[in-house]
T-cell receptor, first 108, second 114 residues
Framework: QKEVEQDPGPLSVPEGAIVSLNCTYSNSAFQYFMWYRQYSRKGPELLMYTYSSGNKEDGRFTAQVDKSSKYISLFIRDSQPSDSATYLC????????WGAGTKLIIKP | KAGVTQTPRYLIKTRGQQVTLSCSPI?????VSWYQQTPGQGLQFLFEYFSETQRNKGNFPGRFSGRQFSNSRSEMNVSTLELGDSALYLCASSPTGTDKGEQFFGPGTRLTVL
């Protein structure tokens, strides 16, 4: 079993929909939780960064961490075609572990 | 601030050759990490350098090596190239290191081994 599980998708939704992306993990020691976005033929870029539990909001993006369930989520409101990308979750205690990435397609 | 730069952006080599990739981190960042990304395996950690010392290493054979210079610039070398080494090689810099996870990636070097 991988330390971090992420459905690779693809996840296809219509423009304007609310998108929910998720990762589960097994190591309860993780304290730092991140979401990265990667466009085709580009390097990943840090989208959301959360320490410990709780929610964090930035514009149309909300990151949630539920340490009791070992589950993190990224919500995208009012999704746009420009949000089409691969979204990678990552988490760390002393070692950074990456999810496989979920390919998201927003249909106009 | 200028972002992370990687050179070259594209590279074509043949089996058995060796290759050196270069990475210039964001100014002031002392940590540089290297990753291999392929469609099948996703993002795999190669190694991290911090202040010229290798701090962490992933599960790759000894053909993959790296180094960091006093100005934080880093190079990665792959010797005796194999077809399976074809991938996007990403460099990421960080002010503190991979342990807290905040990393800034370059555009990558796409290596094709024929």
């Amino acid at each position: 079993q991988k330390e971090v599980e992420q459905d690779p998708g693809p996840l296809s939704v219509p423009e304007g929909a609310i998108v929910s992306l998720n990762c589960t993990y097994s190591n309860s020691a993780f304290q730092y939780f991140m979401w990265y976005r990667q466009y085709s033929r580009k390097g990943p870029e840090l989208l959301m960064y959360t320490y410990s539990s709780g929610n964090k909001e930035d514009g149309r993006f909300t990151a949630q961490v539920d340490k009791s369930s070992k589950y993190i989520s990224l919500f995208i409101r009012d999704s746009q075609p420009s949000d089409s990308a691969t979204y990678l979750c990552a988490m760390s205690n002393y070692q950074l572990i990456w999810g496989a990435g979920t390919k998201l397609i927003i249909k106009p | 601030k200028a972002g992370v730069t990687q050179t070259p952006r594209y590279l074509i080599k043949t089996r058995g050759q060796q290759v050196t990739l270069s990475c210039s981190p964001i100014s002031g960042h002392r940590s540089v990490s290297w990753y291999q990304q392929t469609p099948g395996q996703g993002l795999q950690f190669l190694f991290e350098y911090f202040s010229e010392t290798q701090r962490n290493k992933g599960n790759f054979p000894g053909r993959f090596s790296g180094r960091q210079f006093s100005n934080s610039r880093s190079e990665m070398n792959v010797s005796t190239l194999e077809l399976g080494d074809s991938a996007l090689y990403l460099c990421a810099s960080s002010p503190t290191g991979t342990d807290k996870g905040e990393q800034f990636f370059g555009p990558g070097t796409r290596l094709t081994v024929l």
